[in-house]
């Protein structure tokens, strides 16, 4: 069906100004100085639809942000992580965790992302899920021999051998090893693996079942119901509002 929405601040120039969080800290960092003495009758700082992005439907769904918004890197990652747990045989649950583990990194947010996935998602999936994507984070650290988890090799090559793990990181890993969803969690770090180099590309509609059955898709559309974190989904539909 054809697109007839019109794009909004027609006919100016829209002014993107970063978010600080991807910018403090790197030569890149933001000058909203010099983007606010800009404005002018022609200058606006942009809100809504970026042309930029593909754009997202009325109604967005968690799939959509897979096709429209999450990072190629993200997509693969998730979508093999979740592939893997299903071909194992593993429960709806463990599926889906892996299937959400790294979410806020697709579009949203690096630091804590297993923090900051399992409050985007946890209006919409089990309870068990949410937590299992909250604490994949801090047990990705911590070798668990009885599955065979050790700690990634990767992660001595992102961050350095000398890499020290923080103090908040071991606290909730001891939390998540006594709990009663421990191996949930345990199991989304086995999967936690980049696969992409030797599978062959998934499409995110191979989920399609599973997610109808695991995710409560707002009628809405993500970002556009009242949950919790609703303004997390819209600020991954619009990431280059002004305000
Ligand atoms: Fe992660
Ligand atoms: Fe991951």
């Known amino acids: 069906m054809a697109d007839n929405r019109p794009w909004p601040q027609a006919g100016r120039i829209?002014?993107?100004?970063?978010?600080?969080?991807?910018?403090?800290?790197?030569?890149?960092?933001?000058?909203?100085?010099?983007?606010?003495?800009?404005?002018?009758?022609k200058h606006v700082f942009m809100m809504g639809d970026n042309p930029a992005l593909?754009?997202?439907?009325?109604?967005?769904?968690?799939?959509?942000?897979?096709?429209?918004?999450?990072?190629d890197i993200a997509v693969s990652h998730l979508l093999g992580s979740a592939k893997r747990a299903m071909d194992a045989g593993h429960s709806d649950?463990?599926?889906?965790?892996?299937?959400?583990?790294?979410?806020?990194?697709?579009?949203?947010?690096?630091?804590?992302?297993g923090y900051w996935g399992a409050q985007l998602v946890a209006p919409y999936v089990a309870e068990e899920v949410a937590w299992a994507v909250k604490y994949h984070q801090s047990l990705r650290y911590f070798a668990d021999e009885s599955v065979d988890y050790t700690y990634p090799e990767s992660y001595h090559?992102?961050?350095?051998?000398?890499?020290?793990?923080?103090?908040?990181?071991?606290r909730d890993a001891a939390i998540a090893r006594k709990h009663k969803w421990y191996m949930t969690a345990r199991l989304v770090t086995l999967?936690?693996?980049?696969?992409?180099?030797?599978?062959?590309?998934?499409?995110?509609?191979?989920?399609?079942?599973?997610?109808?059955?695991?995710?409560?898709q707002p009628a809405e559309g993500l970002g556009h119901d009242d949950s919790p974190s609703s303004h997390m989904w819209r600020t991954m539909i619009w990431p280059n509002n002004f305000l």
Request: charged share 25%; glycine share 4%; hydrophobic share 40%.
């Open 14 to 41: 829209r002014m993107i100004a970063r978010s600080p969080l991807g910018n403090i800290g790197t030569p890149e960092a933001a000058d909203d100085h010099h983007l606010l003495s800009m404005m002018d009758a």
């Open 54 to 71: 593909p754009r997202m439907p009325e109604k967005p769904t968690l799939i959509d942000f897979f096709k429209y918004r999450f990072n």
């Open 93 to 113: 649950n463990v599926v889906m965790a892996c299937l959400l583990h790294d979410i806020s990194n697709g579009c949203l947010i690096r630091p804590d992302h």
């Open 157 to 170: 090559r992102f961050f350095g051998p000398d890499y020290v793990v923080p103090e908040y990181l071991r």
């Open 191 to 216: 999967y936690d693996v980049y696969f992409f180099e030797e599978m062959a590309p998934i499409a995110p509609e191979y989920f399609t079942d599973l997610i109808a059955r695991n995710f409560r």
